[in-house]
């Protein structure tokens, strides 16, 4: 067998075992985010939301529009009614 072949099946083998990352969210990251969500927002309920670090603002903001849509898309799906 030459080189190239050896080259060749090398990277068939590699880039076989390369996941292709999912389009949508698995079920046990979206509870995940769920549960890191809520300890957020008890662990910051008590303080004023101008007062909390831009960061966690932000974390805050965006896990609000992700409920917002699994909302709204869970409203528009007939199998979920």
């Known amino acids: 067998m030459c080189n190239s072949q050896q080259t060749e099946e ?8 390369m996941h292709v990352r999912p389009k949508y969210p698995r079920p046990a990251n979206a509870a995940f985010i769920d549960h890191v969500g809520n300890a957020i ?3 910051t309920s008590d303080i004023v939301q101008a007062e909390l670090p831009e960061d966690i603002r932000r974390l805050l903001n965006a896990l609000e529009r992700l409920e917002q849509e699994r909302a709204r ?9």
Request: aromatic fraction near 0%.
């Open 10 to 17: 090398l990277d068939r083998s590699r880039s076989a075992g």
């Open 41 to 43: 927002r008890q662990a």
């Open 73 to 81: 898309t869970d409203s528009e799906d007939p199998s979920k009614a």
